[in-house]
T-cell receptor
Framework: SQTIHQWPATLVQPVGSPLSLECTVE??????LYWYRQAAGRGLQLLFY??????ISSEVPQNLSASRPQDRQFILSSKKLLLSDSGFYLC??????????FGDGTRLSIL | GQQLNQSPQSMFIQEGEDVSMNCTSS?????WLWYKQDPGEGPVLLIA?????ELTSNGRLTAQFGITRKDSFLNISASIPSDVGIYFC???????????FGKGTLLTVNP
């Protein structure tokens, strides 16, 4: 069966520091991969999605970037974090026969 | 952009009561999904609906894909305290990879 792993679960970073959040999927090949941010109060905002290695689509202009160096690895990065980057970040995957499934999320706090 | 109108925004019920929530849209969707999110965790897929008129159950949960393809509902029967959480509907159009999410229904169950 397929599994998705996100880490770290919690992260506290100072303003201006870099960021790297990692997501990996197991048990499937060539998944579609997604990064979402969820602000307090629920809404899920799609940040990036990828349909293949090296293929990244950005949904909203922001201080973040995404990369997909391997088929089942999706990384969310920033060179310099802003206070407004705080939030709950979720990775998800889907395939031709599976709807989107989410990881457990990373709680990012910027100080 | 597309929006899903999810209602109610929140519900406070007694243990044992039945719950109903729904999502409507001005656009047609080919797939409707229902997720539940516990605090601090990622959304978990509850039910996926792929055909107009489809009625699917998962234990005490029942969801239906509306005939017009513009709406879906989720019912929970005989609620229990562990049903507490935020329930999201999501729709998918054709081969588009991106889900459109409702804003969620916060369910509180009083024992």
């Amino acid at each position: 069966s397929q599994t998705i792993h996100q880490w770290p679960a919690t992260l506290v970073q100072p303003v201006g520091s870099p960021l790297s959040l990692e997501c990996t999927v197991e048990g499937t090949s060539n998944p579609n991969l997604y990064w979402y941010r969820q602000a307090a109060g629920r809404g899920l905002q799609l940040l990036f999605y990828s349909v293949g290695i090296g293929q990244i689509s950005s949904e909203v202009p922001q201080n973040l970037s995404a990369s997909r160096p391997q088929d089942r690895q999706f990384i969310l990065s920033s060179k310099k974090l802003l206070l407004s980057d705080s939030g709950f970040y979720l990775c998800a995957w889907s395939s031709s026969d599976q709807p989107q499934h989410f990881g457990d999320g990373t709680r990012l706090s910027i100080l | 952009g597309q929006q899903l109108n999810q209602s109610p925004q929140s519900m406070f019920i007694q243990e044992g009561e039945d719950v109903s929530m729904n999502c409507t849209s001005s656009s047609i969707f080919n797939t409707w999904l229902w997720y539940k999110q516990d605090p601090g965790e990622g959304p978990v897929l509850l039910i996926a609906l792929y055909k107009a008129g489809e009625l699917t159950s998962n234990g005490r949960l029942t969801a239906q894909f509306g005939i017009t393809r513009k709406d879906s509902f989720l019912n929970i029967s005989a609620s229990i305290p562990s049903d507490v959480g935020i329930y999201f509907c999501a729709g998918l159009r054709g081969s588009n990879y991106k889900l459109t999410f409702g804003k969620g229904t916060l369910l509180t169950v009083n024992p």
